[in-house]
């Protein structure tokens, strides 16, 4: 949800024309073009058995699929890895990817969430943050680190890519209801209607 301090610290239009240019890691020459190279490289990465226990505490507890992937692909192109054009060919194998690891966990991942009536993305985004901070809460608890633990640092990295994005901890929302404003009757609409100017002398 955008809030007002939010908008008021958000980049104004042009303003990346008076940065220095290739300042970003984004900005410059992805370091992987290749589709094949980049799937090799998250593949390798996700295929660890750290990683894998990791993960799996998001997807048992209901976290889809879906959101995930797409924070961390994001991850990769903020890191200079890959372009997002490449991220949207990799998705899908890494979707598949880990669909077939949780199975062998014994937990049936869901793909993704979808309700027209709500915003998916920020909701998702939500739930996907508390996901990771309860994960990475009990990995501190096993004295697990970034350093030590392949599967903490990739959620490390992916909470990172969402606390850039903007996503804060989920709050219960408030359901304002809108009033409806209701119209005054017209009176009655086959009458000719007049003003007061247009009354007939008497």
Known sequence: ??????????????????????????????????????TRHYINKLADQDVMDDLSVLFDNGMPISPFVEALTTTGVSEGLHSIDVSLLVGPVIHAFIKAAMLEYGIDARDDIYDPNKDPS????????????????????????????????VLSEVRSTLIEEGTEEPEQEEVLEEE???????????????????REPK
Not at 17 to 34: A, G, I
Not at 132 to 151: Q, Y
């Open 1 to 38: 949800m955008a809030t007002p301090e939010r908008l008021l610290s958000a980049p104004i239009p042009g303003q990346s024309f008076t940065d220095t240019p290739r300042n970003y890691k984004w900005e410059r020459p992805p370091q992987m073009t290749n589709y094949e190279e980049v």
């Open 180 to 198: 409806t404003p209701q119209e005054e009757p017209m009176g009655d609409t086959s009458a000719p209607m007049q003003g007061l100017m247009a």
């Open 122 to 153: 920020e909701r998702e985004k939500k739930r996907l943050m508390t996901s990771i901070e309860l994960a990475l809460a009990k990995a501190g608890s096993e004295d697990r680190t970034g350093e030590t633990d392949p599967g903490v640092s």
